[in-house]
């Protein structure tokens, strides 16, 4: 337990590190707000800020409660950088690439903090300057171990409807 606690520190600061540092390096950026169906996102809403080629997003999800889960709380903090295609409706690329960190909260009889960690690869698709879906996917890595001892990795999967401003 001890260990898993010693890692929430250095998790948080390097989320704030790469926030602060892009919002210092880069000038004006574009807020899209979002809803979106993931794992381990779970049914979200969030942000993310975009800055020239990058975006950085935090999210809220949940699911609802079931006899095997309980109630399924997310929280989830991102950083995006796009690298390929070109669209019509915006300056930003296509095809991204995305890392991030979740933290998801279960509790049926107990309450359950896991911590995870992903690496995707994903695609946006503009159906106006305003409005899209971006779908991803790539590897989760569960920083908590299974029943075994061991860490698991598992897909991590991601649909979102996103509006910028």
Same mark, same amino acid.
């Given at each position: ?60 999800? &949940? ?10 709380? !997310?929280?989830? /903090?991102?950083?995006? *950088? $796009? @690298? ?37 690869? &994903? ?10 879906? !971006?779908?991803? /996917?790539?590897?989760? *890595? $569960? @920083? ?22």
């Amino acid at each position: 337990m001890k260990s898993k606690v010693k890692q929430l520190p250095y998790i948080l600061l390097i989320v704030i590190f790469l926030f602060i540092s892009g919002l210092t390096v880069h000038g004006q950026g574009k807020v899209n707000i979002l809803a979106g169906i993931g794992y381990p996102e779970l049914i979200n809403v969030g942000l993310r800020y975009q800055l020239n080629q990058t975006q950085m997003g935090l999210s809220i999800g &949940g699911f609802p409660s079931s006899e095997y889960t309980g109630d399924l709380l !997310s929280f989830t /903090g991102d950083f995006y *950088y $796009h @690298f390929a295609g070109l669209s019509k409706f915006s300056d930003l690329r296509l095809w991204y690439g995305r890392i991030g960190v979740n933290c998801t909260r279960e509790s049926l009889t107990e309450i359950l903090i896991s911590w995870n960690s992903n690496l995707r690869i &994903g695609r946006y698709f503009y159906f106006t300057k305003n409005f899209g879906i !971006s779908i991803d /996917g790539g590897l989760n *890595y $569960h @920083f908590n171990t299974d029943i075994t001892g061991n860490p698991t990795l598992a897909a991590a999967l991601g649909l979102c409807c996103f509006y910028r401003f």
